[in-house]
T-cell receptor, first 113, second 114 residues
Framework: KAGVTQTPRYLIKTRGQQVTLSCSPISGHRSVSWYQQTPGQGLQFLFEYFSETQRNKGNFPGRFSGRQFSNSRSEMNVSTLELGDSALYLC????????????FGQGTRLTVV | SQQGEEDPQALSIQEGENATMNCSYKTSINNLQWYRQNSGRGLVHLILIRSNEREKHSGRLRVTLDTSKKSSSLLITASRAADTASYFCATVLTRNSGNTPLVFGKGTRLSVIA
């Protein structure tokens, strides 16, 4: 089976712009979660989707949004980028709700300048 | 806020030695998981231990869970240079509304020197 695929791998954006990140889960997995990783805050949970429904949401401002499609692929969007949004964004998939083993993608490194 | 707190933050050992990392958490859990992350890359799942389990093994890994102390430890025996990575514990909390997503600690940075 192919693993979790995140695109793009690297991204440089300017403050104020918006960005969309994509995640393709392992085939058959219906649960997708997103995490932000920074040196200062560590791994912070953003959202979890299961069968196109947002099941959980972390403590992030409304500029961060996501969605899941019928094929389980997921996207997250960050609008009005700030310098502090620079981070590694990780997507994880699981066969069921996110309390079992999670499989992570390689991440998207976002740099906001 | 962080649920799990790993200790130590950094650990440096010689190849062949054992490495022990600890994780403490604050509230009741459904399960606790350990993950490894090589520099700037994705996380790899190592082992999952449920709240009713006390010890699990996987190859050179041994995980213990003490729910009375709200702590877990990860032991890597006979370490290798390839074990150099950051190790994270992640907890799934128990809530009336259902289990929570994974909540990660800040990790232990392990360096194994050849």
């Amino acid at each position: 089976k192919a693993g979790v695929t995140q695109t793009p791998r690297y991204l440089i954006k300017t403050r104020g712009q918006q960005v969309t990140l994509s995640c393709s889960p392992i085939s058959g997995h219906r649960s997708v979660s997103w995490y932000q990783q920074t040196p200062g805050q560590g791994l912070q949970f953003l959202f979890e989707y299961f069968s196109e429904t947002q099941r959980n949401k972390g403590n992030f401002p409304g500029r961060f949004s996501g969605r899941q499609f019928s094929n389980s692929r997921s996207e997250m969007n960050v609008s009005t980028l700030e310098l502090g949004d620079s981070a590694l964004y990780l997507c994880a998939s699981s066969s069921r709700v996110m309390n079992t083993e999670a499989f992570f993608g390689q991440g998207t490194r976002l740099t906001v300048v | 806020s962080q649920q799990g707190e790993e200790d130590p933050q950094a650990l440096s050992i010689q190849e062949g030695e054992n490495a022990t990392m600890n994780c403490s958490y604050k509230t009741s859990i459904n399960n606790l998981q350990w993950y490894r992350q090589n520099s700037g890359r994705g996380l790899v799942h190592l082992i999952l231990i449920r709240s009713n389990e006390r010890e699990k093994h996987s190859g050179r890994l041994r995980v213990t869970l003490d729910t009375s102390k709200k702590s877990s430890s990860l032991l890597i025996t006979a370490s290798r240079a390839a074990d150099t990575a950051s190790y994270f514990c992640a907890t799934v909390l128990t809530r009336n509304s259902g289990n929570t997503p994974l909540v990660f600690g800040k990790g232990t940075r392990l360096s194994v020197i050849a």
